[in-house]
């Protein structure tokens, strides 16, 4: 079987090219042209010797997601579905997203990217919960999604790249390939990210937090909380019962920031669930002590059974949120006229034939 190389840290491409013979430096090298000068095929690394080039054609493989499919947003966003055919694993299609940045003085793009492919986490608000989890992602598929769509828009690039690891899945079910991934991102002589500028979105998994919190090359943290009470949160996310709010929130407390870091916390606004100003009061209360940013998303109405909420209740409840001392943006999501907001990251094909196999499920819930 050849030997992987997408998602090998530039330590492990020393081992290998030392036990080939080779200068430990050219495992550097291999590592540099792959992931800072994306050069996807041995042939182009064209700063190794052609011997060695020939080697690692032989014998090692860089198995890069395959873009299946491109749907264009009329905002500019674009969703892509990529195939992962790595060696070993089941074949899944994952998704990601590129996000340009609409500004008149743009500077950065924004890519989203996906951790496993489906997820077992269940919140009730997202559709990829319908699809269950199929499995994890390796770190090469992972840093792959960025790599390709990275190269994809080579042409329309701006000086700043941000990663949001927001995509399907729960980064901190699969910590280690995760991280893995992420080390790279963050690394000087890889992908060179800035470490304010990747995001980790989680649904609370307090166990993952605490150990993300003892890593020295580390993301932003972000974790989406939805709810102002512990009855609330349950209702649409279902991790609730295994890591309550104030497990989470105490965990968020205890979570090692710098000076200028904060934990950012998503709040799905569903209308009529948790929209209510009493909601953001309790928020406001619950994040006290938390250096935090709250991003409140309004519900884009969809095929699941919730609603908007209107415009003058998510002004409502950021302004009481910014009167408590807690900063509060609004953000609408980008691309959905293509199924590429947050949440909405089911596959196309298969989200019809999910949605209504969870329905006949909850009927017979219903009915027993
Ligand atoms: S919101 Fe995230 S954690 Fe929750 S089901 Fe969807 S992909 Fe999984």
Not at 75 to 100: C, H, I, K, N, T
Not at 192 to 201: M, Q, W, Y
Not at 267 to 282: H, I, Q, T, W
Request: hydrophobic share 40%; with cysteine.
């Amino acid at each position: 079987m050849a030997i992987e190389v997408l998602g090998k840290s530039a330590e492990e491409l020393r081992v290998l090219a030392a036990s080939w013979g080779e200068p430990a430096y050219r495992g550097s090298q291999i590592y540099h042209a792959l992931y800072a000068e994306r050069r996807f095929d041995f042939a182009g690394m064209t700063n190794l010797p052609a011997a060695l080039r020939e080697k690692l054609s032989a014998e090692a493989r860089i198995t890069m997601p395959r873009i299946a499919r491109r749907y264009h947003s009329a905002d500019g966003s674009v969703r892509y579905l990529l195939a992962l055919e790595s060696e070993g694993a089941a074949p899944v299609q994952v998704e990601a997203v590129f996000m340009p940045d609409t500004k008149e003085d743009a500077r950065r793009q924004t890519i989203c990217i996906s951790t496993q492919a489906g997820c077992a986490v269940d919140c009730h608000f997202c559709l990829t919960a319908v699809l269950g989890l199929n499995r994890n992602l390796s770190a090469g598929e992972i840093v792959g999604q960025v790599l390709v769509v990275l190269e994809d828009q080579r042409e329309h690039l701006l000086p700043q790249t941000n990663v949001v690891l927001m995509g399907q899945g729960e980064p901190l079910l699969n910590y280690d390939a995760v991280m893995t991934a992420v080390r790279i991102l963050l690394d000087q002589r890889g992908v060179s990210l800035a470490p304010k500028h990747v995001t980790l979105s989680t649904s609370g998994i307090v166990p993952g937090i605490e150990r993300m919190g003892k890593e020295k090359a580390r993301p932003k943290l972000a974790i989406s909380l939805n709810a102002s009470t512990d009855e609330q949160r349950y209702a649409i996310m279902p991790i609730n019962r295994k890591y309550p709010l104030g497990v989470l929130l105490e965990a968020c407390r205890k979570y090692p920031l710098g000076p200028n870091e904060w934990i950012t916390f998503e709040y799905v606004m569903l209308g009529g669930f948790n929209d209510a100003p009493e909601d953001a009061r309790r928020v406001a209360k619950l994040l006290a002590n938390i250096p935090s940013k709250v991003n409140l998303i309004p519900w884009n109405p969809g095929e699941l059974p919730y609603k908007r909420p209107t415009q003058e209740s998510v002004e409502a409840f950021k302004q009481i949120l910014m009167d408590k001392g807690v900063f509060a943006f609004v953000r609408i999501s980008r691309g959905q006229d293509i199924m590429a907001a947050c949440g909405q990251l089911a596959l196309i094909e298969s989200k019809e034939i999910v949605i209504k196999e969870r329905e006949v499920l909850r009927s017979a819930q219903n009915d027993t």
